[in-house]
């Protein structure tokens, strides 16, 4: 029994998530949301195997067998990555600490790396990492403070509708006449416009795949589903708890993985087994054909204001579907 813990550990697949979750946390502070989410989901499919199999206490001994050692391949391993990510700032962190370190006015804090004096490499790596979470500090006080709280801006977007894109987000635009576009036709009005838009066929299928996911997840428990779904969760959710502050729908990008994932789960369910019925199947496949088209189609249809690209101002109408999209 003892050595269960240290096989635990040594799960190849965990490490690898661990270092992608220190990645993902180097990227973007949100990211902790999903290590949280996944790490909740990866000891629920642990317990449920083991009560499968009839162990008793199956909760109990998941957090001994498979919690404790989780700690150590996923999140130790993911605070680790996610520690390296900074090298850049931990080997010129003096340069930091004089620039950001001293307080500026009484409602400034002094960092307390600032009178340090280490002696040796063991004492400057400690003085160095003390900086950084220093550092940390200043930007999440920056971001959750009162600085930015009642500030606005035209294209913030309310994170609960980040799912049926609300509220995309303008990067350039340009309208006008041949005096304004040169490329315009003669006594045309014309549009050149870059919109962080997702593709809407994409993202509204895939608000359906997410709701008859869950049905499969809890009713059938089909586990798959779990994967798309606490990833959906833990990059969309997080978001509304700072919607009283200036919020874009680009926050969203890292949701739409997870519902591609949810949507091709489904698909395959439409697609129907390897032994169904040939005109099951046939059925399947038509429908998950004209799905992928339609995806197709509307990507083509949206690709102008996705890049820029010379439209009449009536074909640029035609595509803001919703108000808030203009």
């Known amino acids: 029994m003892g050595l269960v813990p240290c096989a635990a550990l040594l799960r190849p697949w965990r490490i690898a998530a661990g270092a992608c979750f220190g990645l993902a946390i180097g990227t973007k502070w949100s990211g902790l949301f999903v290590l949280a989410g996944f790490g909740l989901l990866m000891f629920a499919w642990d317990c449920g195997m083991r009560r499968a199999i009839g162990v008793r206490l199956a909760p109990v001994k998941s957090v001994l067998a498979d919690g404790l050692p989780a700690l150590v391949s996923v999140v130790g391993v993911a605070l680790v990555v996610y520690v390296v990510s900074w090298m850049g700032f931990l080997t010129h962190a003096e340069k930091f600490e004089a620039e950001f370190g001293h307080a500026v006015d009484s409602n400034d804090w002094t960092w307390s790396s600032v009178n340090d004096k280490p002696d040796g490499p063991a004492e400057g790596a400690l003085h160095d990492l003390n900086i950084l979470w220093n550092f940390h500090k200043e930007v999440f006080e920056f971001h959750t403070g009162d600085y930015i709280k009642e500030a606005t801006h035209p294209f913030q977007s309310d994170p609960a509708g980040w799912l049926v894109i609300n509220r995309p987000l303008g990067i350039s635009a340009v309208s006008g006449d041949n005096t304004v576009i040169p490329e315009c036709p003669q006594g045309q009005d ?10 809407p066929v994409l993202w509204w299928g895939g608000v359906l795949a997410l709701i008859v996911g869950l049905g499969y997840w809890v009713t059938r428990r089909d586990w798959r589903f779990g994967v798309p779904i606490v990833g959906v969760l833990t990059t969309w959710l997080p978001w509304v708890l700072f919607s009283d502050r200036p919020i874009f729908f680009f926050y969203g990008v890292a949701i739409i993985p997870f519902t591609v994932i949810s949507v091709t789960l489904l698909l395959g369910k439409v697609l129907g087994r390897a032994g169904n019925s040939y005109t099951r199947r046939l059925v399947g496949s038509l429908a998950v054909g004209a799905f ?6 509307n990507f083509i249809y949206f690709y102008p ?18 108000t808030k999209w203009i």
């Open 305 to 322: 204001i996705l890049t820029g690209q010379l439209l009449s101002n009536e074909e640029w109408n035609d595509r803001m579907w919703l």
């Open 292 to 297: 992928v088209l339609a995806v197709a189609v």
């Open 190 to 199: 014309c549009v050149k416009q870059v919109l962080a838009i997702g593709t």
